[in-house]
T-cell receptor, first 115, second 110 residues
Framework: QQQVKQSPQSLIVQKGGISIINCAYENTAFDYFPWYQQFPGKGPALLIAIRPDVSEKKEGRFTISFNKSAKQFSLHIMDSQPGDSATYFCAAANAGGTSYGKLTFGQGTILTVHP | NAGVTQTPKFQVLKTGQSMTLQCAQDMNHNSMYWYRQDPGMGLRLIYYSASEGTTDKGEVPNGYNVSRLNKREFSLRLESAAPSQTSVYFC?????????FGPGTRLTVT
């Protein structure tokens, strides 16, 4: 049962362009939505995260847009660079009052930025 | 400060063999996790340990066992490996929501 659906599976963008990756979730109890970046041969690393009380969060060239009513969130990478080429995973968690969150991951998007 | 370390990095097993994947973290985190990563499937949670002394099943626990040896170490055991367990295994730790991942173990079962 896939609770977080991510698209597209792969994305090719020219240097300087905008990369957009989308995720949709089903469980309305999710209250934490991170994006992870993974380079080949490495473990995923947290890129940016958002809580459902805000609609947008920006950190440098990376922005998360969140639509609670549609149960969707997306990652925008502005001015994409070849060094951004990696696999990106969205995720969601329901802490439920605990001090940790079990993450449910999307299927991943392989981003290639051409010079 | 090494973060999360995993051993071994690579392993080839024959069907039916057993092995233990080791994970250690030096960030004094309470929670630890084991995931498997398969193409097109994302990362799926196998087991997790919310705190020392507790373990719980995740999304895909069948065929695996875990031990939270102490606050630093969380091991994953395959008692009788099957080809379906060919995957990349990641350990992670967290204090709150943000999880820190190890470099992974690439396991092939023939």
């Amino acid at each position: 049962q896939q609770q977080v659906k991510q698209s597209p599976q792969s994305l090719i963008v020219q240097k300087g362009g905008i990369s957009i990756i989308n995720c949709a979730y089903e469980n309305t109890a999710f209250d934490y939505f991170p994006w992870y970046q993974q380079f080949p041969g490495k473990g995923p690393a947290l890129l940016i995260a958002i809580r459902p009380d805000v609609s947008e969060k920006k950190e440098g060239r990376f922005t998360i847009s969140f639509n609670k009513s549609a149960k969707q969130f997306s990652l925008h990478i502005m001015d994409s660079q070849p060094g951004d080429s990696a696999t990106y995973f969205c995720a969601a968690a329901n802490a439920g009052g605990t001090s940790y969150g079990k993450l449910t991951f999307g299927q991943g998007t392989i981003l290639t930025v051409h010079p | 400060n090494a973060g999360v370390t995993q051993t071994p990095k690579f392993q080839v097993l024959k069907t039916g063999q057993s092995m233990t994947l080791q994970c250690a973290q030096d960030m004094n985190h309470n929670s630890m996790y084991w995931y498997r990563q398969d193409p097109g499937m994302g990362l799926r949670l196998i087991y997790y340990s919310a705190s020392e002394g507790t373990t719980d099943k995740g999304e895909v626990p069948n065929g695996y066992n875990v031990s939270r040896l102490n606050k630093r170490e969380f091991s994953l055991r395959l008692e009788s490996a099957a080809p379906s367990q060919t995957s990349v295994y990641f350990c992670a730790s967290s204090e709150f929501y943000e999880q820190y991942f190890g470099p992974g173990t690439r396991l092939t079962v023939t």
